[in-house]
């Protein structure tokens, strides 16, 4: 590596480690002295510990590793870089005393990094007896902020909801943007590991009733669907459980956006996703309404929402029940959300 680039490495992993650190402290702005010690996992890992022991790495790693040693005490720890006060605070020592400590901790860095070579070599014992050069150290200590960042990151905002470098509070749009977005990552998790049907199940692809009967939504509905919920968009969104979201939309869909739809709903049924099924005129099988079955992302284990023809409105509460029925019968479900029926 010629001069010239390693000078350019160095200062750019230093920038990147300075870039790191601005975005820790902020992380611990606006909290009480309780919300910046409190242990928020089984390891009790917290906001102010996790601080202190980056301040330790900082003073370790561009201190006595380079023997350039740093002016004050260190802790001292096990022949595996191991010392378990390292990630709390006790109630004697202040917050204040922890950040001006990182801070010291920096600067001390600082002046090694920029007073040294990038090949300059040190000796971190607890890696081995093999020199070291001062690009690992810095590489390593970047990915050793940027992984304690993320701790902080989750922390906060299990904390207040804050999240970002800034550590902003969310806009009512984002609080429900993120709202809906944990809602499908729930109702995903739910799916993936067997929570929603158990492993192996089969689902019934059926029901008959004299007044309707239903089998699994699929593309070869498409016409029947969309002649159906679009004749009845009013009458569909004062039903229980809509409108729950943007359906039906307001400007209504072309066949080929609705066949897309109907593909949709097929593929959830084939893998377990959810499971939609239309609902049909026992005389004609034309589509009179829809039942669809999905995951929760609360405390029930399956969403159950209905919808009849504006023309079938006397089979709104039947087919529900029906279905209420059928759930208990045949699903393996036992706590439904029935949308308020």
Not at 107 to 117: F, V
Not at 190 to 205: D, I, K, L, Y
Request: glycine content about 6%; charged content about 30%.
């Amino acid at each position: 590596m010629s001069d010239d680039a390693a000078r350019a490495a160095k200062t750019h992993l230093h920038q990147c480690l300075r870039w790191a650190r601005a975005e820790v402290l902020p992380k611990l702005d606006g909290l009480d002295e309780y919300d910046v010690r409190r242990p928020m996992t089984r390891t009790s890992t917290n906001l102010l510990g996790l601080v202190k022991h980056l301040a330790f790495y900082e003073a370790s790693y561009f201190g006595f590793v380079f023997d350039r040693p740093y002016p004050e005490p260190l802790p001292t720890v096990d022949q595996g870089f191991r010392n378990e006060d390292l990630m709390w605070v006790p109630a004697d020592e202040s917050r204040e005393q922890v950040v001006d400590d990182y801070r010291r901790a920096c600067r001390h860095a600082d002046d090694t990094i920029e007073a040294l070579p990038i090949d300059a070599v040190g000796h971190v014992p607890w890696w081995g007896a093999a020199d070291v050069p001062l690009f690992s150290v810095l590489a390593h200590m970047v990915g050793e902020t940027r992984q304690h960042l993320g701790h902080l990151d989750i922390i906060r905002e299990q904390l207040d909801g804050r999240i970002g470098e800034d550590v902003e509070a969310l806009s009512p749009e984002q609080e429900a943007d993120f709202a809906r977005r944990w809602r499908r990552t729930e109702r995903a998790a739910r799916v993936a590991g067997h929570r929603f049907t158990p492993a192996g199940f089969t689902p019934p692809t059926s029901l008959v009733d004299e007044r309707f009967r239903l089998e699994p939504l699929g593309p070869q509905h498409n016409t029947a669907d969309h002649a159906a919920w679009t004749s009845s968009i009013e009458h569909i969104r004062a039903s229980p459980g809509y409108p729950d979201g943007d359906w039906p939309p307001d400007g209504g869909l072309t066949l080929e956006e609705n066949l897309a739809d109907l593909e949709r709903h097929a593929r959830d049924f084939e893998t377990g996703r959810g499971f939609t099924f239309t609902v049909l005129e026992p005389a004609d099988g034309d589509v009179i309404g829809c039942v669809y079955l999905y995951p929760s992302a609360a405390e029930h284990d399956v969403v159950v929402q209905s919808w009849v023809r504006a023309d079938r409105a006397h089979l709104d509460t039947p087919l529900a029940d029906a279905v209420a029925r059928w759930i208990d019968s045949d699903w393996p479900w036992s706590r439904p959300d029935r949308c308020g029926r």
